[in-house]
């Protein structure tokens, strides 16, 4: 009687700890779309275009320290606008994001995504004028949020989509002309996979 109370006490010892970390854990992403800064083209002139979106890829490590919320840090790239006719180019590099991932079961492996963090951006302002090249570089800090569903394929291996804004200010971001030098927004809408290790 003694040896299967020990044995079973064993047992559920060495199942507790398991159970409780189950959902949980180190992971990857990759994800890859497209990205939209707004009012960049609200100053086209005759005889120019504009182009303001552009590919967005993101490289991402996260951990999930409940079924529900994970910390998650990026590496996002890809945000740009052009003038053509002007030689004017804007564009976003090195963008660190640091999340919070909220993750809510709804059917089956469909789970809805929340994401709210801060992305610390570093950007560029090039002007082309004759034979004259102007650079300059601004960073910034701001908030980003957003939203999508991911799908479950097994317990290693999930696909999701998201969409996400943040802010950008134009004295920061030198991502210029916009409406009396304000602040504008980026959005990215982007797919990608997940990898549980």
């Known amino acids: 009687m003694k040896l299967k109370t020990w044995i079973s006490g064993m047992v559920l010892a060495l199942a507790t700890p398991l159970a409780m970390a189950e959902g949980t854990g180190l992971y990857g992403a990759l994800d890859i779309g497209q990205s939209d800064i707004k009012d960049a083209c609200n100053t086209v002139a005759a005889g ?12 991402a490590l996260g951990y999930q320290f409940s079924p529900m919320f994970a910390g998650e840090l990026a590496l996002l790239n890809g ?3 052009t003038f053509t006719g002007t030689g004017l ?19 089956n492996q469909l789970s809805l995504l ?24 601004g960073s910034g800090l701001t908030l980003v949020l957003g939203a999508g569903v991911q799908y479950d ?4 291996m999930a696909v999701r989509a998201q969409y ?15 409406p009396n030098e304000g602040k504008t ?13």
């Open 89 to 107: 180019t804007a564009e976003k590099k090195a963008d660190f994001q640091l999340a919070l991932m909220g993750t809510f079961p709804m059917a």
């Open 153 to 156: 394929i097994n317990k290693q």
């Open 79 to 81: 945000a740009k606008s």
């Open 114 to 137: 929340g994401k709210f963090g801060f992305t610390h951006s570093k950007n560029t302002y090039n002007e082309v004028v004759g034979l004259n090249v102007n650079n300059r570089e």
């Open 185 to 197: 927004n980026l959005s990215i809408l982007s797919a990608g996979v997940v990898y549980r290790f």
């Open 48 to 59: 120019q275009s504009c182009s303001k979106t552009s590919t967005a890829t993101r490289l």
């Open 164 to 178: 996400e804004t943040q802010g950008i200010d134009s004295d920061e971001a030198m991502i210029t002309p916009l």
